[in-house]
């Protein structure tokens, strides 16, 4: 069960903010996300700019899709993170953690309200 | 003309394309506020004291030199000011609405929410809204609103209010023919000037209330304008207070009979003290700020790569709104900013339009006096470069 950082440690290696992103775009491309059967009003994440969607699936996975490409990845990451995580680690998981690792810093303040969201939005499933 | 601006000698990281939100500072204001502040600080009227009497020669300076800018005979009658565009508007309606038991209003469809709102607040059913459509090149129909407008019943109480330029579009409507069109029903006309008074010679003659921010025009925050025709000097305040009176007893009351009567309390004196250089230094520059705002849309209109954005229209003023082909507003947003270029993203507070023309969100790039040709072309180069990292990762939606 690795920690945020670990898990995406190749993200953090990168020193130009343009290359960040674009890693984070390519994750979430490389991802299946949300299936669309789920994009619906009660699974929208409130806060967001562009739409956001994010749902536990029958089979179990957590999983998102949103608009922004960026967005979509960031949260395409926490997902996967979140679904191997320990039920100790998806507890402290918050957004200061993304602040801490340097993460949350790529968002505007209102993506960060978002993904703050998000994540409150996760551990409610 | 940027040297007279500080900002960009102490942030010459950034590249700012958001002046259409707010502009950045003359530095004759930056310093006379700190000067307000930290030698001058006095109320204004009626103080009896030298440095109130130093306010007040300022307050009167200000509205004079406005007077002068805009042409505008007795300022003291006319000119009021307020906290921005947003009080402005709702005073001006505040009152239509205590002089007239109710009627059509008749709104650009492209106009900001602080235009529209005030009109659709619970209680205020007696007014009706129509909007008014844009032409085939994104400008108000004055033609639609002709038609709609002569549907009308003579006897209904009409109000005409319409933005100067948009925005979202930058486009500059036709505001004499709008004079023409109310005089001709008799309706009472507002203007929002918020983004034409920055960047052209504006004529405000013939309109009830023309509306503007300080904060847009080189100047400072937290203070606007409203031109009022002197006819509406007839009406009662709707916040009455300290200044807008003349006497008081525990029966009557007195009014000014001037604009103070619409400026109740103390105003943000502060920036009204630092009018008089800000407005000195408009008056000689105007030529020179509507042609380089004029060039400026000419670069954008000439430069911007059709295949990457659909742009709303071609632009006139001071700003151009896009629509990425792929990918979404916020991750240029992100990604521009990354690069230090900021512009400002999304709905822009005119969701009727918006709603209306894109898909949900548009990109803005806005520019000021100060903003050169080089400063568009990195933006656009910029986005082109985003166009192109975003097309490599063409998001499946699943």
């Known amino acids: 069960m690795l920690d945020f950082q670990d898990m995406f440690s190749e993200l953090f290696e990168l020193d130009d903010a343009m290359d960040k992103y674009e890693w984070i775009i390519d994750y979430g491309t490389g991802t299946v996300g949300l299936e669309k059967q789920y994009h619906t009003d009660q699974t929208l994440v409130k806060g967001c700019t562009s739409p956001l969607w994010l749902a536990k699936e029958e089979s179990g996975r957590i999983a998102a899709w949103g608009e922004s490409s960026i967005v979509n990845g960031i949260a395409s990451m926490i997902c996967d993170w979140y679904n191997q995580a320990s039920q100790r680690q998806q507890q402290d998981f918050s957004l200061n953690t993304l602040t801490d690792i340097g993460l949350a810093p790529l968002l505007s303040m209102g993506r960060q309200n978002g993904v703050a969201n998000l994540i409150a939005k996760i551990k409610t499933l | ?398």
């Open chain 2, 1 to 398: 003309m940027r040297d007279y601006f500080p900002f960009f000698k102490r942030r010459q990281d950034i590249t700012y394309l958001d002046s259409a939100a707010t502009s950045q500072t003359l530095y004759t204001v930056a310093d006379d506020m700190r000067d307000f502040m930290l030698s001058n600080k006095s109320n204004a009227h009626r103080s009896g004291n030298s440095m109130g009497t130093w306010v007040d020669q300022q307050y009167h300076l200000s509205k004079e030199l406005i007077g002068k800018w805009l042409n505008i005979n007795h300022p003291e009658k006319r000119i009021v000011y307020n906290s921005g565009t947003t009080q402005g508007l709702n005073d001006a309606i505040q009152l239509i609405m205590s002089a007239m038991s109710g009627g059509v209003v008749f709104i650009g469809i492209d106009s900001h929410h602080s235009l529209i709102l005030p009109w659709t607040q619970s209680g205020n059913a007696k007014w009706r809204v129509v909007f008014i459509d844009l032409d085939k090149d994104g400008r108000l129909d004055l033609d639609d609103l002709q038609s709609k407008i002569k549907l009308e019943p003579m006897a209904v109480s009409k109000v005409i209010a319409v933005n100067a330029v948009s925005n979202v579009l930058g486009l500059v409507n036709d505001l004499d023919r709008i004079k023409k069109i109310a005089l001709e029903v008799a309706a009472v006309s507002i203007i929002d000037a918020s983004q034409i008074i920055s960047k052209r010679k504006l004529e405000v003659s013939g309109f009830d209330f023309v509306a503007w921010s300080w904060h847009k025009v080189y100047g400072p925050m937290g203070l606007g304008c409203l031109l009022i025709d002197p006819v509406w000097l007839n009406f009662d305040p709707v916040r009455p207070g300290g200044g807008s009176v003349t006497r008081v007893s525990t029966d009557s009351v007195t009014w000014t009979d001037n604009a103070t009567k619409f400026e109740s309390g103390t105003q943000n004196l502060s920036a009204i003290c630092a009018l008089p250089k800000l407005v000195e230094w408009l008056i000689e520059h105007q030529n020179d700020i509507e042609e380089h705002d004029i060039s400026l849309a000419k670069v954008i209109n000439d430069q911007i790569s059709l295949a990457q954005f659909t742009p709303t229209t071609r632009t006139d003023s001071g700003l151009l709104c896009l629509e990425p082909v792929i990918g979404s507003v916020e991750d240029y947003t992100m990604m521009l900013d990354a690069k230090n270029i900021m512009i400002r993203s999304g709905k822009l507070c005119a969701e009727p339009l918006i709603n209306q023309i894109s898909n949900g969100a548009l990109l803005r790039l806005s520019w000021g006096c100060y903003t050169t040709k080089q400063e568009i072309e990195l933006a656009l180069d910029n986005l082109g470069d985003i166009h192109a990292r975003l097309s490599r990762h063409v998001q499946r939606a699943v």
